[in-house]
Every structure is written in C-alpha cells, then in structure tokens.
T-cell receptor, first 114, second 115 residues
Framework: NAGVTQTPKFRVLKTGQSMTLLCAQDMNHEYMYWYRQDPGMGLRLIHYSVGEGTTAKGEVPDGYNVSRLKKQNFLLGLESAAPSQTSVYFC?????????????FGPGTRLTVT | AQSVTQLGSHVSVSEGALVLLRCNYSSSVPPYLFWYVQYPNQGLQLLLKYTSAATLVKGINGFEAEFKKSETSFHLTKPSAHMSDAAEYFCAVSSVSGNTGKLIFGQGTTLQVKP
C-alpha cells in the first residue's frame, strides 16, 4: 500500500517550458488536492477534485491546469512555466466520508524555474 | 470566512522542555481542526485531529492538543521535547463551504530543539 505518490521528485525548468506533475493514490479516495508550499506562506491550494472527471479552482489556480481522468490519478500541468512557480508541490487525497476526514500527503515535488 | 493563525513562525526549546505551539482559528460553525507535522524534505503527516468527540485530543509521538471554544484556540503541546521533534508544524481547519474536504492551513511553525 503505497499511499500517495508523486512523480517526479525534482525538476528544473526554463521559463516558458511546460511540464506535468503526476499524483497517484491507491486508497480509493474520492477527493484529491494540489498544493504549493512556499516559505512563510504555509500550504496554498491550487486546484482540487471531488471525483473522477471533476476539477475545481483553489486559492492560487493561475498558471496551472489539472485533470482527473482516472479516480486514482490527479495531474497538475504548467503550460508556460514562470520563475514565480518555483516551489514545492504537494498532492493529497482524502475520503468523501463525514466532515473531518484527514488528508494524506505525497512526498512532494521540488520545482525550480530558471 | 474561516482562517487559521499560528503564533510564532519559529519556536526554540531545549531537549526535555515543554513544547507549546499556538494555533487560533476563525470559524462561524463548530470546526474540525488538525495538526500536521512535516519533517525535512518530506510530506505532511497527521499528528492529531479534533472532531468534537473530546476537547483534549491525544496524537502520535506524545503530542496532544486542547480545543478551547471560548478562546478559539487549538494549541499543541508535548511535555518533554525530543531532538526528533524538530520539524515544521501546521495547524489546519476543515472548510465548511461545500462537502469538498478542503483544509485551510496556517503559515506553519518551525520547532527547533536544542541539545
């Protein structure tokens, strides 16, 4: 049982390049989330999904797109990377049960945009 | 709107001393509250959560937190710090806007443990 996994772990991009981050979970969770973590700002929600085929914007969605074609996967795309997107990205998932369900986090992807 | 404020971005304690990390929340309805820990270069893992069953919540690694409605606080404590407790700690509140499972995180507190 791997929990939540993220690919890749590290990536360096040049400004204007594109990339996709992959998140996979094997817990049959309905809900999935993408966050970015920057020093002193905690975790900020980029996009989230409440089920296969659904996505919604979070707090800081600009410059990112997502897709949830399969229940177990949640992809985060950067179409034209900018230095401001240098960050650590975390994926999380949770069950669709009663309120108060915890989120399970992946190990993170460290992205540097030069 | 809901929010979480963690007082103190850095806390330093000596090994064996009391750990107290402060969290205050703002919520118009009874909240669900969480404490997560992040060790260097790792993801977040749940320490404990409050879901209205009991105001004193015990978590992993000897941590506990007390929900105080009158003070809108959910402070995290541990009686005796260990070197392995050095990490970043996040307080979070469960969003009540729709059944989405979203969490609202505080800015985080880095705990340093000195030998």
């Amino acid at each position: 049982n791997a929990g939540v996994t993220q690919t890749p772990k590290f990536r360096v991009l040049k400004t204007g390049q594109s990339m996709t981050l992959l998140c996979a979970q094997d817990m049959n969770h309905e809900y999935m989330y993408w966050y970015r973590q920057d020093p002193g700002m905690g975790l900020r929600l980029i996009h989230y999904s409440v089920g296969e085929g659904t996505t919604a914007k979070g707090e800081v969605p600009d410059g990112y797109n997502v897709s949830r074609l399969k229940k177990q996967n949640f992809l985060l795309g950067l179409e034209s990377a900018a230095p401001s997107q240098t960050s650590v990205y975390f994926c999380a998932s949770s069950s669709a049960g009663p309120l108060g369900a915890e989120q399970y986090f992946g190990p993170g992807t460290r992205l540097t945009v030069t | 709107a809901q929010s979480v404020t963690q007082l103190g971005s850095h806390v330093s304690v000596s090994e064996g001393a009391l750990v107290l990390l402060r969290c205050n929340y703002s919520s118009s309805v009874p909240p669900y509250l969480f404490w997560y820990v992040q060790y260097p270069n790792q993801g977040l893992q749940l320490l404990l959560k409050y879901t209205s069953a009991a105001t004193l919540v015990k978590g992993i690694n000897g941590f506990e937190a007390e929900f105080k409605k009158s003070e809108t606080s959910f402070h995290l404590t541990k009686p005796s710090a260990h070197m392995s407790d050095a990490a970043e700690y996040f307080c979070a509140v469960s969003s009540v806007s729709g059944n989405t499972g979203k969490l609202i995180f505080g800015q985080g507190t880095t705990l340093q443990v000195k030998p």
